[in-house]
């Protein structure tokens, strides 16, 4: 038996423009999230978008925990992450124990669903970072807090006080 065999698949969705406060305040909210969860360490499933995933991911390694990664398109790192965030990108990429592609070329809504599907698929509960208002696209968070839904997949719903979206065009 592998020594992560019981280890609870713990996924992660939730808004990418995020603020530097909100970033933070974030960040406290998935540390307690986590602990709450369960006092072992966690295997996280991160899409490793930037915002929410990336705070996640760095929160998981934080906490003892590792984490797989599902990425959307072979093109994400250059289509989608932003030029200076690619060397934090590359690291939590590194530290990946495993990285599933969904074998689209090319990063765009159909890439993301199917990421989001993906993982949906691989977790046992799932927590979401998010406000509350309805997306804009199909691979958007609430899009994904249905899908685990419909699942029956356990979901934590967090949007700490005072937490704000970057609006739009300011990213």
């Given amino acids: 038996m592998s020594a992560d065999a019981g280890l609870e698949r713990i996924g992660v969705t939730g808004h990418i423009h995020l ?5 933070v305040l974030v ?4 540390r307690a999230e986590l602990r709450r969860i369960g006092d072992r360490p966690v295997r996280g499933v991160t ?8 705070i996640f991911a760095r929160t998981v ?16 790192r250059d289509a989608v992450i932003a030029p200076g965030q690619r060397a934090g990108f590359d ?11 969904t074998g ?9 669903v199917a990421a989001n599907r993906e993982l949906v698929r691989r977790v046992q509960r799932l927590v979401a970072v998010w406000d509350g208002e309805p997306g804009c696209h199909a691979a958007s968070t609430d899009r994904t807090v249905d899908r685990a ?12 006080a005072g937490a704000r979206r970057m ?3 300011a990213h």
């Fill in 27 to 30: 960040a406290d909210a998935l």
């Fill in 19 to 23: 603020t530097r406060d909100t970033e």
């Fill in 61 to 76: 390694l934080d906490l003892g925990g590792t984490y797989e990664v599902i990425l959307p398109a072979r093109d994400y």
């Fill in 104 to 112: 689209h070329d090319r990063s765009g809504t159909a890439a993301f």
């Fill in 149 to 160: 839904r419909r699942r029956g997949i356990p979901i934590s719903v967090l949007w700490p």
């Fill in 167 to 169: 609006p739009p065009g």
């Fill in 47 to 54: 899409c490793l978008a930037g915002g929410t995933d990336q």
């Fill in 91 to 101: 690291e939590l990429l590194d530290r990946a124990v495993t990285v599933v592609h």
